[in-house]
C-alpha cells in the first residue's frame, strides 16, 4: 500500500530560526506522519506540505497537487495528523472523503482523530469533525473581524500598506506618518486637477518625468506590495483613486470594503453608512480648501446616477497587452473601448481602440452560434438574441433544464451563462 502524507499549519511558529525552514510544528506532524506509516507497513509515496495556509484555503499548492496525484491513483491512502489538517471545510469532507476518493479508490486516515474511510461506522464522527471545524472557521473569523473593527473605530490604520503619500509609525502600531516624497506628488495631483488638468494629462505629465506610481514606488522601497492591473506607471485610474481618497485630508476612512465569506477571500463594496470614519487621527497632506475644490470638480464631471442606463460590458474588457481594464470613450456619436495605460504613456502600451458595437455583435454572434451548436434551433431563442436579451435568453435555458434536459448533457447551458 502506498500512503501520501499531507501536513498543514495555518500560522508560521515565531520561534522558527530559519524563515526558509518549516515550523517546527510542521517537523513534528512529518515526524508522526512517518513514525504512523512505517508501523503499519505502508510505502511512503509522497509528503505534501502546505506552512502558513489555513485550513479554509482551497487553493494550497501541495493540498491541490494532493487531489491531482489522487485523481491519477499514483498511491491509496491519504494519511493525515488530524481531519482538520485535510480541510476545515463541511464541504470538503463530503466533496472527498465521502464523494471522489472512494470513487478512486483512495483511503483517508486521520491518527489523532482515528478519522477512517475503510471504517463505515465512524462516517458519522468525520462529518460531526467537519461541522466542529465548520464552526470554528466561522467563530474564529467573527472573531477577527470584531477586533479588527474595534481598531478601526479607534482610528488605528489596519492595512498592511500605508497609502501612498504615508508611511507607518515604527513606534506607534496603527498611526500614519507622512512620507515627504511622495507627499509631495499627492499635493502636485490635487493642484493640478483643481487647476484644470484632467486625469489623464496628469498621468501623462507624471509618466514623463518617470515617477514611479504608488505600486512601483513601494516595491522600490523594498516593500513585499505585487503589481496591480496596468503596470507600474501612472493611469487615469490611479490619478482618480489618488484625488477621491479622505485620508489625504488627515482622517482615517477604512471597511470600504467587506469580505463575502469568510471562506473566501473575495470582497465587495460596502454602503457607505457602513464605513468606519474617524477624523483627525493623523497629519493631513491636503488642506480643506483645495480637497473641497477638487471634489466639487469631480461632482461637475460625475454623470449622475441613473441617467444612462450600464453596459452590460462595464469592467469585464480588459487590454490584452497589459491586463489593465478598458475605459469607455465617445467619439463622433460612436462608443469606443480605450487602453487607459495606452491613454497616459504610450510607450508603455501599444494600447487598443475597440468600437463597443462591433465588440457587442461579435458577442452576439458568439452566442447565437453556441446556442445553435449545443442546444439546437429555437425560433423564441432568436427573438431573444434579435433583441440583445441575453440575461433572460440564459433564464430561460435555466428553467429549461431545471424542467428537466432534452439533451444527455446540459453543461454546455452554464457556459453559456458564464459567457
Not at 530559519?18 to 506532524?29: E, H, V, Y
Not at 452576439?364 to 440583445?388: F, K, N, S, Y
Amino acid at each position: 500500500m502506498k500512503a501520501a502524507l499531507y501536513c498543514r499549519l495555518s500560522e508560521e511558529d515565531r520561534c522558527k530560526a530559519d524563515p526558509a525552514a518549516d515550523s517546527q510544528s510542521i517537523q513534528n506532524q512529518k515526524a508522526m506522519l512517518l513514525a504512523y506509516a512505517e508501523e503499519q507497513g505502508w510505502d511512503v509515496y509522497h509528503l505534501y506540505s502546505d506552512d502558513d495556509y489555513t485550513g479554509a484555503d482551497r487553493n494550497r499548492p501541495a493540498f491541490q497537487q494532493l487531489l491531482r496525484d489522487a485523481q491519477a491513483k499514483r498511491f491509496d491512502i491519504v494519511l493525515c495528523k488530524t481531519q482538520s489538517r485535510f480541510t476545515r471545510e463541511m464541504e470538503v469532507v463530503e466533496t472527498y472523503l465521502h464523494g471522489l476518493f472512494p470513487l478512486w479508490g483512495i483511503r483517508f486516515v486521520s491518527i489523532v482523530d482515528h478519522a477512517d474511510t475503510a471504517n463505515k461506522g465512524n462516517k458519522k464522527a468525520r462529518q460531526i469533525n467537519g461541522l466542529v471545524n465548520e464552526w470554528y472557521l466561522e467563530d474564529m473569523s467573527d472573531s477577527i473581524k470584531s477586533v479588527l473593527d474595534a481598531k478601526r473605530r479607534a482610528g488605528y490604520h489596519i492595512g498592511a500598506f500605508a497609502l501612498y503619500g504615508y508611511r507607518k509609525d515604527p513606534e506607534h502600531k496603527g498611526h500614519l506618518l507622512v512620507d515627504e516624497e511622495a507627499a509631495a506628488v499627492v499635493r502636485e495631483a490635487f493642484t493640478r486637477f483643481a487647476a484644470g488638468q484632467g486625469k489623464t494629462e496628469i498621468a501623462r505629465e507624471f509618466n514623463a518625468r518617470s515617477l514611479p506610481n504608488p505600486t512601483a514606488y513601494k516595491q522600490q522601497k523594498g516593500l513585499f506590495y505585487r503589481q496591480a492591473h496596468g503596470g507600474t506607471r501612472w493611469t487615469y485610474a490611479t490619478v482618480a483613486r489618488l484625488l477621491t481618497n479622505e485620508i489625504y485630508c488627515g482622517n482615517m476612512v477604512q471597511g470600504r470594503y467587506g469580505s463575502v465569506s469568510y471562506k473566501t477571500k473575495k470582497n465587495r463594496p460596502r454602503p457607505r453608512d457602513q464605513w468606519f470614519r474617524v477624523e483627525g487621527t493623523h497629519e493631513a497632506i491636503i488642506e480643506p480648501a483645495l480637497w473641497r475644490q477638487v471634489q466639487e470638480r469631480l461632482r461637475q464631471h460625475t454623470r449622475p446616477r441613473g441617467s444612462k442606463k450600464p453596459n452590460p460590458l462595464t469592467r469585464k474588457v480588459f487590454c490584452a497587452r497589459c491586463s489593465c481594464l478598458l475605459r469607455l470613450s465617445t467619439a463622433h456619436g460612436r462608443q469606443y473601448l480605450r487602453c487607459p495605460t495606452h491613454m497616459a504613456d504610450r510607450q508603455a502600451c501599444p494600447g487598443v481602440f475597440l468600437a463597443l458595437d462591433a465588440l457587442e455583435a461579435a458577442l452576439l454572434d458568439e452566442l447565437r452560434r453556441l446556442t445553435h451548436a449545443l442546444l439546437g434551433e429555437q425560433e423564441d431563442w432568436e427573438v431573444l438574441l434579435a433583441q440583445g436579451m441575453t440575461e433572460t435568453l440564459a433564464q430561460t435555458m435555466l428553467d429549461r433544464v431545471q424542467a428537466g434536459p432534452r439533451q444527455e448533457d446540459c453543461v454546455p447551458v452554464q457556459v453559456i451563462w458564464k459567457f
